[in-house]
């Protein structure tokens, strides 16, 4: 724990003392400085049904810090460095990740918040007109995360490693092209390398209608292309809001040519590139009434029968989403099952100044192709869900949230999901800024 709380120590001190330095040698390499913080304690209450493991009891607290400044005086060059460290105080009683916790037997439900410290901001900006150009460790989150996203649910939050340009010099319309060439984050493990490309555009036709249009190329997994539509509708006291958005994956474009990521033709006796065909839509429409929240969702992925036996993949998936925002916040689909996923939920909840904000969601599941049952028996049944949070303001105290969340997961038919998952968190969240 000692070496994590140096870590945020020593990147006030270097950035401090990298600013001083450079003004007594008359070199203006850093200035202008703004430093951003985040510190957000949490418990996490986890029991994962299943006989082979204890609840879990996670207290866990994340710290981030982030020095951002206008670099050797040129108008529009800024460089950030920042820090995540998660501590969890000696705290154990919870793994950390799916298969073993520190003294290798798994004895207790997984809650994915390792204790460690990481650099999760390590980069160069420069903004010249309507471009933006940028290289280095950065968070990126596109849309509503559903295929790129940075888990900031997660206390070690996701950062990638990218070179990208974004531009919006003709009205209306943001355009997108970025590499990425590396993740850090979320689970205890070294820099994940990639060879990914993301194309992101969107044109604003009127509050009413945006058009998005995206195409995710992830080296040796698919190539996800979409469109979606969303937009946003007063009418006096009711504000309407939608989105209708369509997806497909296909093979990747981009590859590294390893046996492990292509597949063997026991026909011709060759390694072949990777075959993929699957699909996603999304439905959604919500509204508040005078604070009343209501809505309706409807979110379809692809999945493969158990007829098929051919090589390619047809189950659609999302590595990259910010997947606790989807399916449920119990965790149940962060993977798509390979018969698919039909999600079909709706929310009620009230929202006021003073109040803060009360939420409850009902999902059912179901696959869509069957899948088999712990006794071999055909079923399509993933089971339901039912979440509720409530968020406000803590009173007296400038900046500072609270936060009580609940996920209850009633068990299915199908293998895997037979078991039922009761999740209940209390946060505080702390942001502050200064320059």
Known sequence: MKKITMSAVALTAIMGSFSSVSAADGISILDDLKFDAEIRPRYEFVDDGLNATSNANALTARTKLKVTGNLFGVDGLSASVGVISVNNFGFEEYNWNTSNNYDGLKRYSVVMDPQKAIISNAEINYKVGDTLLHAGRGQVNLDNQRFIGTVGWRQLERSYDSVFIANNSIKNLSVLAAWVYGLQGVVDAPTTDTNTVLLHAAYTVAPALKITAYDYMIANIHDTYGLALTGKVKMDSVALDYRAEYAEQNDPTMEIHQHGADYFDPITGLWKSKQVDASYYNLDIGANISGVLVGANYEYMSGKSLTDTSATTKTFTTPLATGHKFNGWADMFLGTPRGGLIDMNARLGYKAKGFGKLLAVYHEFTADKNMLDAVGVQTDDLGSEIDAVYV????????????????????????????????????????????
């Open 392 to 435: 406000n303001k803590i009173p007296g105290v400038k900046d500072l949230t609270g936060m009580l969340k609940y996920a209850d997961f009633s068990k299915g038919k199908v293998a895997g999901y037979d078991h039922d998952v009761q999740k209940f968190w209390v946060q505080l969240d702390y942001k502050f800024s200064s320059k």
